[in-house]
């Protein structure tokens, strides 16, 4: 508070009454709603249909924006409430690991509110979302699955509920069609409760044993743990678990038979890594001989604000609609403060050997991109790279030491020596950044990489690894914040010695090929500071941060590659019009990707191609001129 009392020339004593008053009146608020709310069920007459509209109040709340809903449900004889008016302190809540994960805090609140819909048989949801929202793409899901009881007789009913997504072009006449069909279709569920005398429905009063979101994996032995494809660090991972004990397998490379697969049992709205991981699942559920109770599938997790972290939750929602039991655990260890030690729960820990993987994969990669473009023997890049990452996966599964896995760098640093290269004319370097999944997955960027490449440049892709040391940096201050001084001393640790591996590692490339290991994350952080405070958590302050840093090391320009409808990358889209200008018309082209063919994207990279090579000469003619 003191930085804020300065800028605003006040104390900081005066500021802490401020804000005590600001708190104590939107107590005061709140508890009025909550009054407002239990006055009107009380008074609900025999009959009455009544709506929550389950929403964010800058939705629900504006007639603009809502189209002015409450009073259309008021001429068709229906009340509407207002989500707050509900006192969501008294939900029954039969999920609470689903509530523990939400870690939007509104989701929260829309899941306490699901829970006090379903209970009352009075109450039906309306639910009022808004065209290409980020957390209501995994929410609303949920939000339908919260809806289902279980009646007296034990069978299992879903509670009906609206979905409403408005945009700019929503209008009355729509709106209204969708009121009126809602409404007579609860007249006929009542009609039908009333036929078959259901009773009112009850709710077990702790969670359920059929419930999806039981997450507990504890001990996978006698399981294969399945890994997403996302570079060949998986193979990695996948061989560090097998020297630790633990049967692992890396799931094919997603296809278009995987995203045909993935879209059957998502909504179409969530991003495209969600739709490709799910559907890598639901492909090892199909194979011939797949025994369900010797499988686990490994998707990690995170706290937000990025919709990575609810991927795993709503997985174990479609395996359930796939017909699979909930015993098949997802290992989904969080990026929070115990994510070391989620890793504990098998035989052996398997971290420190799968970070010696990814950081030799990475490094691997980082020559061949520095090779490839040069090559003049046809895939005598990819063959070195091949092999060395063949003999990477050899060393972790034998569980070789750090001593160790540095000779065989030496190795693999004479086999890329071999890879024959003309380098008498430079190529125009080019930066890919973005959502560290799609940038990583070669059939979710349409192969991005190879295209470039094809087009005249030298890419270098920002690394596995850099997002590591940024949650070892993330960890740490979420340690002073929580003054916990044992976690900020481990993470701090833990980054000098993984940092102090992969300098061990990459130390006989770099006698041939240059630097290839990470910086600093701070530096990283430093650099986008000027366009995005380190506040803003996740992937757009890294792209931000790396789009600066490769200018600094003569990039011609940069592809910020996303997901459609990527929340961090759309921030990322819009500041990179302004690094644009500041670094004197570098180009930075943004892609979005959904997995659909796009007509006009080798038109889009071929004129980025254009404006890149006319940078490199220019800013290559000023180096010349200045030396």
């Known amino acids: 508070l003191l930085p804020l009392a300065r800028k605003l020339g006040v104390s900081k004593g005066r500021i802490i009454r401020a804000l005590d008053a600001a708190l104590a009146t939107q107590r005061s608020f709140e508890a009025a709603c909550i009054e407002r709310g239990r006055a009107i069920l009380d008074g609900i007459e025999p009959g009455q249909k009544v709506c929550v509209i389950v929403s964010r109040p800058y939705n629900g709340c504006d007639p603009g924006i809502s189209l002015d809903m409450p009073r259309k449900l008021r001429k068709m004889n229906v009340l509407a409430l207002p989500m707050d008016f509900l006192d969501l302190r008294t939900a029954n809540i039969t999920e609470p690991q689903l509530q523990e994960q939400m870690y939007w805090k509104y989701g929260q609140r829309i899941f306490r509110a699901a829970h006090i819909i379903r209970d009352d048989p009075r109450l039906n949801a309306i639910y009022i979302s808004n065209f290409s929202c980020g957390p209501d793409s995994f929410i609303i899901s949920m939000f339908k699955e919260l809806m289902s009881y279980t009646d007296e007789d034990g069978v299992e009913h879903r509670k009906p509920a609206l979905v409403v997504e408005i945009d700019e072009h929503s209008a009355d006449a729509g709106v209204v069609t969708r009121l009126e069909a809602f409404h007579e279709s609860l007249k006929a569920v009542e009609e039908h409760r009333l036929a078959t005398r259901s009773a009112r429905p009850r709710i077990p009063s702790v969670q359920s044993e059929k419930s999806p979101w039981r997450s507990e994996w504890g001990d996978c032995s006698g399981r294969t743990l399945y890994i997403p494809w996302m570079g060949d660090h ?214 991005i990489v190879r295209q470039l490449e094809s087009l005249g440049a030298e890419v270098n892709l920002a690394g596995f690894a850099e997002w590591l040391y940024y949650t070892n940096y993330t960890r740490k201050k979420m340690a002073l914040r929580w003054s916990d001084y044992k976690l900020y001393l481990q993470n701090i640790l833990k980054n000098r010695i993984q940092h102090k591996i992969e300098r061990s590692f990459a130390g006989p490339l770099e006698a041939v090929f240059g630097h290839l290991a990470e910086g600093n994350i701070k530096d990283v952080i430093d650099a986008a500071a000027p366009y995005m405070h380190e506040s803003f958590e996740g992937e757009a302050v890294l792209s931000i941060g790396k789009i600066v840093e490769m200018h600094h090391h003569q990039a011609a320009g940069a592809v910020n590659v996303m997901p459609f409808t990527c929340m961090p990358s759309t921030i990322v889209s819009a500041i990179a019009r302004q690094i644009t200008r500041d670094f004197a018309g570098m180009p930075i082209l943004n892609i979005s990707y959904d997995g659909q063919q796009d007509p006009t994207l080798q038109t889009r990279l071929e004129a980025f191609m254009h404006q890149v090579n006319s940078y490199h000469k220019t800013v290559t003619q000023a180096a010349v001129e200045i030396h």
């Open 234 to 447: 998986a193979q990695a991972m996948a061989a560090a678990f097998r020297h630790c004990g633990q049967d692992a397998e890396v799931m094919p490379i997603g296809d278009e038979e995987t995203l045909r697969w993935g879209r059957q049992y998502t909504s179409g709205k969530e991003c495209l890594p969600c739709a490709i991981t799910t559907g890598d699942m639901l492909k090892v559920l199909n194979k011939p001989g797949f025994h369900p109770d010797q499988a686990a599938f490994f998707m990690p997790s995170g706290s937000g604000p990025c919709r990575f972290g609810q991927y795993n939750c709503l997985q174990r929602l479609v395996l359930k609609q796939a017909g699979m039991p909930n015993s098949i655990p997802i290992v989904a260890p969080n990026q929070d403060s115990n994510f070391y030690k989620h890793f504990q729960r098998f035989k052996k820990d398997p971290t420190r050997l799968a970070f010696d993987g990814i950081a030799a994969i990475d490094l691997l990669f980082k020559v061949l991109l520095k090779l490839r473009p040069y090559e003049t023997q046809a895939g005598a890049a990819d063959k070195a790279y091949e092999y060395c990452v063949h003999r990477m996966v050899q060393a972790l599964e034998r569980g070789l030491s750090e001593k160790e896995m540095a000779e065989e760098m030496k190795i693999c640093a004479d086999e890329f020596a071999r890879v024959p290269v003309d380098r008498s004319k430079r190529k125009p370097l080019v930066s890919v950044v973005g959502e560290i999944y799609v940038r990583s997955h070669t059939f979710a960027n349409d192969n």
